[in-house]
């Protein structure tokens, strides 16, 4: 490892510097400002991510990993953006750029420098990334697992963090519009979301380029029993998290449905290769059929099934749809076949609009959809409906639902897991890659593509008989085409035929335009864009599957820069 | 009798715009195998083009035919710059990419095209669009069918383009090099042909059609809006396949045939699978009914199918 | 390459930035004096189709508050506003009905704008007791009212929600009572748009019509959205109606109407608030002279009060109109103020201030904008006047004010 002492370095080195001490001086004089910006110490808000950008660009400066000089691209062009926006909404918040303290100014100046160093460094000089490992020593298993385990408390308190920050009602400078669309107050409220996005955005990116990203997913694929025990861990300490808040749980309850539906999408689409537009409409058979058969006053049938039994049978419709539909379609090409599932989707969604006893036979209430679906109730009186203690922490209701989530969302994952690593998973591969050579070795084509469609679809059934119970109302605007390509950008986003994948792409889709409430109008525009942006960034997907990976590097070798190298995980 | 005439003049006309945005669909897929879900947009934003040009651009008491043709040069430059935007920056980069990827920039493109138009569009809600061929000049078939003249319009403006376009490409050298590039984009490219320039026509043809598609139903209703785009876009898209995508006469049959079924399923679908709430699931039962006994649609060829 | 993208982002929020710092100068400080900050939540739509007239609704709180705090309404309290995008979903709605819940400053709600969503908002908001006020939810069901149309007693499911608006079982017979009797049509054709308001306001229309002696042909439907309705105007030229009721909005009515009367099947159409908007007539342009909407209270120019709040309304230069709901908004957003004045000032905080409010919303009694605000005990408004108006010259004009028995 030669240390580079050259002067373009040093510069790096003392922009890194002043960067993360300016992050411990106040930023802002006027006290209205989201993030603790006035207090000198340890940092909050915006600062917080500057100091991470700022250290870790010190740290790639000296320590010299691979992909050094892109790593601190990522890094000081990130802290850049976000201490000169952060300055300069303190000024527009507080009324002038007199309201701004020497600490943004300082962070401002040390972070330009930090990216003036950066894009003079040359960057052909970067050695190529490796995957790194630990010694092989006795100590390096018990590493391996905190390892792991920490990597699943990282993501809790990333969400936890991220799903905590206030966008609303902070500052309120004077109502400025910018077209009409927004004002710059609502910038301001949102500027502590921003910081944080940009930041993790700014990191994850330094991570890939110095191929940490690579060499601790090698890890925690080692580790996998250690995984699943941290990932269980963190889901049940999350209710403990947020003070308990009924928001945070209900989103993340949402995500939790999302998710579930997502993985069972990704059965069809991510091992099948089936692309599937319409796959909200099985969702939506389960969320209907829990919704008339359990005793919801606005149901035309009075019939109150037990939870156990709903679900099960929601799960048994919604298969029957789907070999119903897909029996006589499956043999269309790729793209007819999208055009047939949308239609599918599409003929849901008139059809539990009109089978209201006026245009159609009356079983889902038309447009008025189904309501006041009671809460759920274990045996020993035990409500979802009421709030709870656990280890004398009081929750809220939604905890119960959230937990019940958990719950599906673990049983949907360990389906497609044992699916994917099954000979009937084996041979969805090959027929996503090759169909006709699928068929040539001897594989069934068309019975295994109608078993995946109707095991994606079974899938999709249970979430949606949980979801009927999460919202309380099934109605038939739930179901549109929109929440169909939603689902597909979580799976195609977060990696096809990943489990981690579908679960991260579920909480960026669901997630984001959630927390981005504070754009109002163009909440929508910046989520269009952002989809646009990620798929040209990664278009393999957040989380990619290693053989499609590898796949996608050998054609594109040139943006691979930005990714581990070929054979990383092996 | 004389309302099954009547209705079937109306199912022609609506399906005429479906023909002619399917158009820009089937070009495009035909072409790079692209289902280019924002095309439905280049549509609206052909719409958009043409009111502008209008509202703005055009001193008050331009003679009428001026200020249409002014309208739809207007809407075409609105269209065709959108649209070769987004191939060079949202799917050229992508080609080569996972098969679905480009479909999620299609969908990102798509929300981010209608909410810049809703939002930054100078004109507030609704777009009252200047109904320059007047809708209650009626004209008679006989029998006493009729039609008014925006929509006589219409159906001529799919005609030509279906006929114009498919002429384009079956004569001219850039339609020939079209040809060669849907067939093998990598032995077209051997051949000396530019298939980068090729695709970018493709979308500059399909965004033209759009924009006189867009055009047409602005005098047609009188008003334009952000949304119309994702409404027609999936019809037309319907209607591409329905008639065999990638297959130029295909479309704008496709096109007919799905309005046809949407208005007569409005009219004589069994009571109560009948009115404008079951229309469209009428129309994707037809698609789908279709589609089992032909799977490549109306006029698709039977291709082996590509991997 | 990949970092100048990356600029590419960030540059235009640095712009959006610099322009502001450009164009303000000097800024007062609005959060002095040691008040407390106490929240009104709105539930809305504020993005996508509906954003302009859930914007309508948010702006009409805002201005409610504004005036609040200018006037000190509430000793020792600023009022702010917390306004949540529902998106017209019913999920999203519970999930933002949580977010105001969980926030402890939240002392009322106004909204939603559609009964789909009230249904999934309204459980959430009653499990913390919160009141919530909707300006325009119609559907019976909400407060129980269903049940009449059966016989059976009514009973309150929601025991935080009220509204101010009209519900579909008065102003459809209303309109239907206008129709028949005074207008003496005779044969009445009846097209909603299978949306929850149109299809509740148009059957509630069909069954006092065929009651009171019209006759009334099969209900058609139409699929919102859509633009050419060529086929339902040459279905019902062949049945030969002289009046055309209409459930549903303004976008599709004022085509209807247009393309009804271009084919020339010449008989007005009437429909509910939803169509009493001035972007119905720009649409429909001459052609929507001679048609009729109903809407909840008295014409605005009989209403000081209604007067005076779109003088207000106007100085604020709120980007999207007042109409179709602001005006009830309003009102919602001052019987939550009002009440809150009352917990307030006897010293009530934390849930009791919330279970006060609840209470004392039930017993408002005050002159809105839409005018007189009270509730019955199932939360319905008690204000029963409603107005028919009919378009005369490119503009609606009130025919006829009544309360509805």
Redesign the interface.
Known sequence: MSRDLSPKSLLGVAGAVATAVACFLPWSLYAGFPGKMLNTGFPGGARMYVLLLALAAGAVLLLDPPGRVRGLRAASVWALVISLLTALLIGYAGGGLGNVAAGAWIAVAGSAALTASAYLLDASSDRDRRVWSLPDADWRMPAEIVITLAMAGLALYVFVVGLGIPTSNVASGPDHTF???ISLNDVTNGSEFLAFLFGIIGLFLVAGRIGLTASLGAITQRRRPALVTGATLAAIAFPFTQDGSPYALRIAASIGVFAAAAVGLNVV?GLAGL?DLGYIAFFGVGAYFAAIYSGSTTSPIHVHLPFFLVIVLGALVAAVFGFVLGA??L??????L???T???G??FR??V??LDG???PSLTNGPNGISNIPDLGLPGGFSFGDNHHLFGVPLPFQANYFFLEIVLVAAVMVAFLRLSDSRIGRAWVAIR????AAAATGINTTRLKLLAFGLGATLAGAAGTVDAHVVKVAAPDSFT?IES?LL??AV??GG?GTVPGALLGASVVYLLPEQLRFLH??R??V??????LM??LR??GLVPSKR?QRE?RE??DKSGALDPPPGAHA | MQ?FM??LV??V??GA?YGLVALGYTMV?GIV?L?N?AHGEIFMLGGFGALFTYTVLLPSGTPVVLALILMLLGGMAVSVTAAVIMERF?YR??R???R??????A??????????V???YPA???R?FP?LIP??Y?INLGGGV?I?AP?LVTVIAAVVGMVALSTFVRSSRTGRAMQATAQDPDTARLMGIDTDRIIVTAFVLGASLAAVSGLS?GL????V?P??GA?TG?KA??AA?LGG?GNISGAVLGGFLLGIV??MA??YAP???S???????W???V??LV??FR???LLGERVA??? | MHSSRIVRIGAPLIIVGALALSSCSSKSEGSGGGNKTLTIGVVAPLSG?L??VGNGIKNGVDLAIKQANAAKTVKGVTLVLDAQDDTAKADVGATVAAKLVAESSVVGVVGPLNSSVAKSVAPVMASANLAIISPSNSGVDLTGRGALATGATQTRPYKSYFRVCATDDIQGPFAADYAVKDLKVKKVAIVHD?KAYGQGLAEAFAKQAAADGATVL??????P????????V??LK?ESPDFLFYGGEY?EA??IT??M????LNIPLMGGDGVDAA?YI??A?AQANGDYATALGAPTDKLASAAQFLTDYKAQNY?DPADPYGAAAYDSANAIIKALAKAYGEGKTGQALRDEITKEVGDSNFQGATGAISFDQFGDTNNKVLTVYKVTKGAFVPVKTDSFK
Do not use: C, H
């Not at chain 1, 890659?433 to 006709?436: G, K, R, T, V």
């Not at chain 2, 969908?107 to 810049?116: A, K, N, P, R, T």
């Open positions: 077209r009409d669309a689409v692309l006589p379609t043999r269309l090409r790729g793209d007819y999208a055009i047939v949308l239609g599918f599409e003929i008139i059809s609009n009109n006026q245009s159609g890659e090759d169909e006709l085409f390509t597909l950008a195609i986003l096809m109008d163009l929508l525009l989520f269009g864009l952002v989809l646009i798929m040209r278009p393999e499609r996608f054609r594109d | 309302l009547q209705q109306n199912g006309v609506l715009t897929y195998q289902i879900f949202a980069p992508l080569g990419a996972p679905l990827a480009p479909l999620i920039t969908l990102g493109v798509s929300i981010f095209l209608q909410e810049l809703r939002n930054f507030k809600s609704p009252p109904q809708p209650d009626l009729t008014n929509k139903n047609q209703f009188g008003t809006d949304r119309m409404l999936v898209f319907t396949v995508i949407e208005v409005t009219q009571s109560p699978l009115g404008g709430a079951w229309a469209n699931a129309g994707f039962v698609l789908i589609l089992v799977p490549n649609g199918a590509r991997a | 189709d954003s302009a299978k099969k209900t058609e439907t139409i699929n959205g859509d633009k050419d309705f060529s086929a339902l040459t279905k062949s976008p004022s085509l247009k393309q009367k271009s084919a020339g972007d720009k649409i342009g980007k």
